[in-house]
């Protein structure tokens, strides 16, 4: 059995550490209850810390699915929500996301952040499992731990039962009751020729053609329900459908189908035929971000490396929540904001090709290169009338776009250049309009170009439509009070051009004008506010704790399968230490003149399922998983600071 303790350096011999209890505003799914460990005594505690502007964070929502079904009289999942966002500790906007991704779990309501800080959590998501005593027996950071945990549980089981502590029943999850409406958190919007809306009815798990009042329902394509099946309108299932894309007519008529729909939550891609409303598979495998350990196709993020070549059999290529698509007439391709992997990828409808158009797969905001380009949750993407390709890039708070070079569009293999209009990183939002340069976002999710160049933007977390003017380099405000707009979209069917948002949390679509004189709004530039850890100026070690699940073996068949990238925001912070290498321990050297900054790590381990061959190696057909997690490590610089600053990524 894996160990459930750890050592104390001064006396060698194992010590138990008792949870902490779980403080914060308020329960969700409890029925009005309060909970604390007491109430959970007898049970095993998964504590889920998360966010719900995340990807991991619901990533790991559905990879906990499966464990909270099959261990229903043993196992609690408590969410804890910890912010990342102001908007996020809106406790309305938390009660909608608790229904919009359908946790069935009890959510604790964090906004202070004070069980993340008792459980020492530094990354969103983070797992904690608490045994049936109350004590702390693993901490886990990132996404990829169902394997690990399908494993450990029963370890548990079997120890508890046969000391007699552990009790089966009903846990404290109590439904909430259901809302019958006609859309439920719509995503994206995409005009049909004819006048017709089609709308991606998120929460339904289908698409809903809407008439020009936006209110009419014409017809759905899917049964509703989550799955993946193919067919006609009314068998057809989807599983939190996103973004829409219409292909032309010519390529339309080539590949027998009309949209490309992101199938998010399933990892797919999917064609629709608009006159009969049948659903097929374009692409991918149905299964996330698959380990791929061959060195020439995988760089150290472990994702694809931009301009990659997927291959041309796109049903065994796995894809990361696809969020948007959008046909690129430069590239002749559909593009994807592959949000999962932080990446755009794009789709040949005709030959079937996949391939990654930018981003390396590290999270963050870096310009340049499309090979050397961070993302962040990419989540909307529109062409604008010179080809390029904005993209709401959430996670960054940011505007980006890939541009082409004038006259690119004639090349062989166009290759743009991304260039940030708005954003300054990962832990920085606001709601400031004025100089692009100065101007905050808070993770916007759609994008539009309106008639005179000028980019309009669903600001999703102000509940605001922003305009960016690339001719000035400014940002105004078109309009506020939205709740949650996951969208907008010019509509020019009328006299005059309106801006058609879709309003997410309100589960409608709805017309605007587009205002002579925008507003100008200043409601601050903040950042992301979490504890500082003080560490103190020269050597600082850092260790990176991971312990592969009993049954895997770290995959060592190219060498050290561990490897740690470190950075800082300022970059001066970081004297010597930064880069790639193998390794989960590294020292770090930081300067003495920066008194504070943030340190970004991101770790990976690669380990695979046994039982070992008879040489004790790992078979070619075992199934094998990546553990990654990504961290900003806010510090402040003092001479009585830490020396060594310890994480887990898999810590049992």
Known sequence: MESSTISSPATSKPVRVRASELVGRGWLNTGGAELDLEKLRGKIVLLDFWTFCCINCLHVLDELRPLETQYKDVLVTVGVHSPKFEHEADPVALAAAVERY???????????????????????????VVDPEGYIVAHLSGEGHAAGLASFIPELISEHEAKGTLHRGDGPYVAPEPVVRDLRFPGKVLPLPGGNFLVSDTGHHRLVEMGPDLVSVVRTIGAGGKGSEDGSADQARFNEPQGLALLPDQVAAAVGYDVVVADSVNHLLRGVTLASGRVRTLAGSGVQRLLDSGP?????????????????????VALSSPWDVAYSTVLQTVLIAMAGTHQIFSFNPVSGAL???AGNGLEGLLDGAPEQAWFAQPSGLTEDAHGNIWVADSETSALRVLKFDAGSADAAAPTPTVETAIGEGLFDFGFRDGDAAQARLQHPLGVAVLPDGSVAIADTYNGAVRRYDPATQSVSTLARGLSEPS?????????????????????????????????????????????KTAVAPGDLAVTINFSAPTGQKLDDRWGDPTQLKVSSTPPELLLSGGGTSIGLQRTLVLSADVPEGVLHLTARAAACDGPEDANGEIPDHAACHLYQQDWGIPVSLGADGATELVLDLRGV
């Open 102 to 128: 359908d946790i069935t779990h009890p959510v604790l309501d964090d906004p202070e952040l004070l069980t993340w800080q008792a459980y020492s959590a530094r990354a969103w998501p983070t797992l904690v």
């Open 296 to 316: 020439a196709r995988v760089n150290d993020s472990g994702a694809p490396a931009s301009g990659t070549e997927l291959g041309d059999a796109p049903l065994e």
């Open 355 to 357: 391939q990654v158009v």
């Open 487 to 531: 969208d907008v979209l010019l509509d020019e069917t009328g006299e005059v051009p309106l801006l058609i948002v879709v309003e997410a949390n309100k589960h409608q679509l709805l017309r605007l004008p587009l205002p002579q004189n925008a507003l100008q709004v200043d409601e601050g530039a903040v950042q992301t506010q979490r504890p």
